[in-house]
């Protein structure tokens, strides 16, 4: 399909683009061009008259000739709200125009955002009401009725969880990149660096990073500052020594009363840099949630997306935290690895069945324009849309079946089937790093390549980011200035 755009579009290409990628096909595209004399068009017309944002399209497009139309009352004359009105609207009636044009629907309507639970809990703040928010979801956002449900479940267990959820502005987490893992697996944008080739540089890193949890750790004691929840994630942090593990926790735990922090992950995401030893050293550090990752449990698929380990080593491993009395462990799956069907997935869940972790994240694979598998994507057998709508069905019910509920999720871009990752977990094995990095309800400091700090004032709406260097070259040799940068912003939010 390839449509002409034509009209008043040009302040609008972006929301134009964002909601004609949801129904985007390999070979379709866009063309914005008033000057076109082709009589396939799509014409854009918007106006603002007595009060009223309306939004008219004109389909000519092979032997389909409609109109869409839509028109909402402008409740606010500011500048800002007049033109996020103005997108809603346009983005409204585009997307009832590709779903008739294409006969396609799309569950989530005009929600192209990655965070839709964080727009109903702001909807909620609004109206106090899941009535109203679900209503407005349905009317003005065009969700359906299985995605409002879902948003609700998960909103509403959010906040039995976390009852405070609202007033956690003055308390911070704290986010900790390690950017090592023991290879690149094919899909993955995060910052991580194969560790084996890396030793010299891996020193380097470590200190920087002492260094820095040094100067926040300082900043934490000063400004009294309580810190909620604390999450190692990057990489693999358990691609580290069970020594410079240890060193790490040691640091941190110098500034940081870990008997006050609610929660504390450690990602253990890659089987194959488990052990006992640094198992043991989590223990003794009072870290009683970790995250062992398969990501599916059919050797042929880990070895294509080059995770290099076992499936029995993900067995063995998890056995072994087990056995250490680590209580809180969750899994991660993907749906729509290469080659995978919904064989593979259902296999995938019978061995979760086997091992009940506590939590479980499904993920949908996304296609991050820097991954070797988005840059090779012929490569690759992806199954299609409609199959991978199953493989999520599939797994909706079955983690139903199994007592686990939704508590988070979150939307990226480019994911096959515009789906979702969702995490379940059973009752009372939330993590609730996860739910306050996801609804943005506090500061998150960063800490470590590639950790982004988000800075979450406690008196403003306005929410910022502080990327740390994802190179960890970069970030070693600049540690020290940005750190102090960073603490500026900190108190700029905090204390002045
Ligand atoms: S284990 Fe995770 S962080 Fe490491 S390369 Fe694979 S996907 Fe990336």
């Known amino acids: 399909m390839k449509l002409i755009i034509k009209g008043e579009y040009e302040l609008y290409k972006r929301e134009i683009e964002l909601i004609f990628n949801l129904f985007k096909e390999e070979d379709d595209e866009i063309i914005f061009n008033n000057q076109s004399d082709d009589k396939n068009t799509i014409n854009f017309l918007y106006q603002i008259k007595d009060g009223f944002v309306q939004t008219d399209v004109e389909v000519n497009v092979d032997e389909k000739h409609f109109f869409v139309s839509h028109k909402r009352k402008l409740t606010d004359t500011n500048d800002k709200t007049k033109k996020k009105l103005i997108k809603q609207v346009i983005s409204f009636v585009w997307l009832q125009t590709l779903e008739r044009l294409t006969g396609k629907k799309h569950d989530w309507g005009i929600l192209t955002g990655i965070r839709p639970t964080k727009l109903y809990h702001k909807l909620l703040v609004q109206t106090k009401s899941y009535d109203k928010v679900n209503e407005i979801l349905k009317r003005d956002y065009l969700l359906k009725q299985n995605k409002i449900l879902l948003l609700q479940e998960i909103v509403k267990r959010q906040l039995s969880v976390i009852p405070d959820l609202y007033s956690l502005k003055n308390e911070v987490s704290i986010?900790?990149?390690i950017p090592y893992c023991p290879t690149k697996c094919s899909y993955c944008t995060f910052p991580a660096y194969a560790i084996n080739r890396k030793q010299?540089?891996?020193?380097?890193?470590?200190?920087?990073?002492?260094?820095?949890i040094?100067?926040?750790g300082k900043w934490l004691k000063e400004s009294n500052k309580k810190v909620t929840t604390i999450y190692?994630?990057?990489g693999t942090p358990t691609s580290l020594?069970?020594?410079?593990l240890n060193d790490i926790l040691k640091k941190l735990a110098y500034w940081v009363d870990f008997h006050t922090v609610r929660e504390i992950t450690v990602?253990?995401?890659r089987p194959d840099t488990i052990s006992k030893e640094k198992l043991a050293i989590l223990k003794k550090w009072g870290i009683k949630r970790i995250s062992i990752n398969?990501?599916?449990f059919s050797q042929r698929t880990l070895d294509i997306i080059g995770r290099k380990h076992t499936v029995e080593e993900t067995i063995e491993k998890f056995m072994l935290a087990r056995k250490l009395q680590i209580n809180n462990i969750n899994m991660d799956l993907i749906i729509g690895l290469p080659g995978e069907t919904l064989v593979e997935l259902i296999n995938s869940l019978n061995q979760i069945e086997k091992l009940n972790p506590e939590s479980l994240t499904i993920h949908t694979l996304a296609f991050k324009r820097a991954s070797y598998i988005t840059k090779n994507r012929g490569e690759f057998e992806i199954i299609n849309r409609d199959e991978i709508v199953k493989m999520m069905e599939y797994s909706r019910n079955w983690t139903k079946e199994h007592g686990y509920s939704p508590y988070y999720l979150y939307r990226q871009k480019n994911m096959l089937g515009n789906l979702e990752n969702i995490g379940y977990s059973k009752e009372n094995n939330e993590s609730l790093y996860n739910i306050i990095s996801m609804e943005e309800v506090q500061t998150i400091i960063g800490l470590g390549s590639g950790a982004v700090s988000k800075l979450v004032p406690p008196n403003s709406e306005t929410t910022s980011r502080i990327p740390n260097p994802k190179e960890p070259k970069v970030y070693t040799e600049n540690v020290k200035e940005l750190t102090i940068k960073k603490i500026k912003e900190l108190n700029k939010i905090f204390l002045e």
Not at 200 to 212: I, K, N, R, T, Y
Not at 241 to 244: D, E, L
């Open 241 to 244: 020594s069970p020594n410079q």
């Open 200 to 212: 010299g540089a891996v020193l380097d890193f470590l200190q920087a990073l002492h260094l820095e």
């Open 214 to 216: 040094d100067l926040i």
């Open 175 to 177: 986010y900790i990149g």
């Open 267 to 269: 990602e253990a995401g």
């Open 294 to 296: 398969p990501q599916t």
């Open 232 to 234: 190692f994630g990057g």
